[in-house]
């Protein structure tokens, strides 16, 4: 199995500071025949289900603000909320979709300082 | 709108199985596979298998393997996930969620207590 791994496990942010998550996968999610990374990110707020933010390691859903935004390639990948808003707190997860079984990575709670 | 709808919550006792229904409407049920998606009370979130809707395939993750059982009705856009012999370890939020590759659309989620 993939094993993701996200760090930091917490994060707390003053408003309008950046927030970074990193997520690192125990091997390549990079598909070479299309050249496409299978990682997605995700917010979850209490009682909620999770929200896609973040497809194909970089591509932003349709209708997540642009001050979120995903980067990496390969192993490596990166959650960058540029500019936190409170509406912004939330647990974040990394997903590999690349090969069965899906596996998540823990969560990064993100909180205002 | 793309939207599943899952079946309410659940009180089971240990050794019991559960059957979570997920509904789907604003596309064709038969296009995207039914993932389902498991969520422990402070605890992470974990992929027990995907089912094809159109084929009726199927795929398990292993710790699931015997355990679980996904199927569908194509006439009423349904998926269905049975989960046998409960213990108070599968106490959890149940979740289908769908997508072309990813999932970007996911149901509310079913609670499942599990309780002598």
């Known amino acids: 199995d993939i094993v993701m791994t996200q760090s930091p496990d917490s994060l707390a942010v003053s408003l309008g500071e950046r927030a970074t998550i990193n997520c690192k996968s125990s091997q390549s999610v990079l598909y070479s025949s299309n050249n496409k990374n299978y990682l997605a990110w995700y917010q979850q707020k209490p009682g909620q289900p999770p929200k896609l933010l973040i497809y194909?390691?970089?591509t932003r859903e349709s209708g997540v603000p642009d001050r979120f935004s995903g980067s990496g390639s390969g192993t490596d990948f990166t959650l960058t909320i540029s500019s936190l808003l409170a509406e912004d707190v939330a647990v974040y997860y990394c997903h590999q979709f690349y090969t069965t079984p899906w596996t998540f990575g823990q969560g990064t709670k993100v909180e205002i300082e | 709108q793309v939207q599943l709808v899952q079946s309410g919550a659940e009180v089971k006792k240990p050794g019991a199985s559960v059957k979570v229904s997920c509904k789907a409407s604003g596309y064709t049920f038969t296009s995207y596979d039914i993932n389902w998606v498991r969520q422990t009370t402070g605890q992470g979130l974990e992929w027990m298998g995907w089912?094809?809707?159109?084929?009726?395939?199927?795929g398990y993750a292993q710790r699931f393997q015997g355990r679980v059982t996904m199927t569908r009705n194509t006439s009423i856009s349904t998926a269905y996930m049975e989960l046998t012999s409960l213990t108070s370890e599968d106490a959890a939020v149940y979740y289908c969620?769908?997508?072309?590759?990813?999932?970007?659309?996911w149901g509310q989620g079913t609670l499942v207590t599990v309780s002598s």
């Open positions: 194909w390691a970089s």
């Open positions: 969620a769908t997508g072309e590759s990813y999932c970007d659309r």
């Open positions: 089912m094809n809707p159109s084929s009726g395939n199927t």
